[in-house]
């Protein structure tokens, strides 16, 4: 099939989860394991599953999404994590919205099946920052899309800076103020891979550095 979307997969130490995750990207996709300093064989598995690899050494999330984005030359781009939460097919639905010219991004809305597959306290604080992102842009949003899909012409054009954990709220507030239709998608939001460890709410320092970053875009 040809391609139609670059699936940009951020990765720093996810070598157990990307056998799954790889086996499940749409066909339509081309998927593009962005190796954020990762520790163990996640550029060799990411290899030996026919995916490219590309190579980010600056820390941080936002870092290796733009890394991805650069490389990517299908019309469309998605971002998705690359520990196995997500289900990709529920890209379909997000890609048909953006085709159709329906959304300028669509965003993926998790909801949780299975124990464990979203701690408390970080989905507490994710309500948090989307009830800000409601207030001070008027968006219908309810989480920081972690999932989300739009050309990446559009992408480019917003110019989006952070490159640590702010990435994802930086890129709602500009996407607000660039006039883009964003709409929500409910995805299933499943436990990560066994042998990984959230960036964020896996330790007490992600989540500070976390809420750090968050505070410095808002500032």
């Known amino acids: 099939m040809t391609t139609i979307c670059d699936l940009v997969l951020p990765c720093r130490d996810e070598a157990a989860a990307l056998p799954e995750v790889l086996a499940g990207v749409p066909a339509w996709c081309r998927p593009l394991v962005v190796d954020n300093g990762s520790t163990d064989a996640t550029a060799a598995v990411a290899a030996a599953c026919e995916a ?3 190579q980010e050494p ?3 999330y ?5 890394a ?3 490389v ?3 019309e469309y781009v998605a971002v998705a994590d690359g520990d196995g939460s997500f289900v990709l097919q529920d890209l379909d639905r997000m890609l048909e919205l953006v ?3 329906a959304a300028t991004m669509a965003v993926g809305r998790r909801r949780p099946e299975g124990r464990g597959a979203w701690p408390w306290h970080a989905r507490a604080g994710n309500a948090a920052l989307a009830a800000v992102v409601r207030r001070r842009t008027g968006l219908a949003v309810h989480d920081l899309a972690p ?7 559009d992408l480019l054009d917003l110019d989006v800076e952070d490159r640590r954990f702010g990435y994802p709220l930086e890129l709602l507030l500009r996407a607000a103020q660039a006039g883009w239709q964003v709409v929500e998608v409910d995805v299933r939001y499943r436990p990560r891979a066994a042998g ?3 960036k964020v709410s896996g330790s007490l320092r992600g989540t500070l550095r976390a809420t750090r970053d968050f505070a410095r875009v808002l500032s």
């Open 147 to 153: 999932l989300r899909l739009c050309r990446r012409a």
């Open 62 to 66: 936002g870092a290796a999404v733009q």
């Open 99 to 101: 085709r159709s010219g």
């Open 52 to 54: 490219r690899v590309v």
């Open 196 to 198: 990984t460890r959230s």
């Open 72 to 74: 990517a030359t299908a």
């Open 58 to 60: 600056e820390a941080g």
């Open 68 to 70: 991805g984005i650069r």
